[in-house]
């Protein structure tokens, strides 16, 4: 599978430079990290959330696990994770569990950790386990308009 049309697509329309990296075929973004020899606290992690209001993603290192109990107290909102299901039809041209760290391109609201504002460059997945995407840290920012920005998550 190529990269994902609708990232495709919001990559263009918001002009920043990128890089695709091949490797490997990963299923996981800490293993897509080690396939393509990038440090994981540089892939950003997609973790798909809801409740009522509707979906989130949070998006972390790698390296990382989303401290859901100290999210929920930052948004006021009782959140658990989204079904396979209910990631395969938000991220319809997306291999299930290779959805982006871009979740605007979705229509999908955008919580990222802090901890991915400290990295010159990040890395996350194209929409398929055997290409990432690469962003330096202003291009992430510019992606990252509209998220929402804390702390909420730990080193695994």
């Not at 920043?16 to 091949?22: H, K, L, N, P, S």
């Not at 973004?29 to 892939?43: F, T």
């Not at 993603?57 to 989303?66: E, K, L, M, Y």
């Not at 396979?84 to 871009?102: K, N, S, Y």
Request: aromatic share 6%; hydrophobic share 40%.
């Amino acid at each position: 599978m190529a990269m994902a049309q609708k990232l495709q697509d919001y990559l263009k329309a918001n002009t920043v430079a990128y890089d695709r990296i091949e490797h490997p075929r990963a299923v996981s973004a800490s293993r897509a990290a080690q396939a393509a020899r990038v440090p994981g606290a540089r892939v950003a992690k997609t973790v798909v959330l809801h409740d009522s209001e509707g979906y989130l993603v949070a998006v972390v290192p790698s390296t990382h696990r989303v401290e859901l109990d100290t999210l929920q107290d930052q948004l006021g909102r009782r959140l658990d994770l989204a079904s396979e299901t209910e990631i395969a039809t938000l991220f319809d041209d997306c291999d299930i569990g290779a959805a982006p760290a871009i979740g605007a391109a979705y229509g999908v609201n955008v919580l990222c950790d802090e901890s991915l504002a400290t990295e010159p460059e990040i890395y996350f997945e194209a929409g398929d386990h055997i290409e990432l995407v690469r962003v330096d840290q202003p291009a992430f920012e510019t992606l990252m308009q509209g998220a929402s920005w804390g702390r909420f998550s730990h080193r695994e």
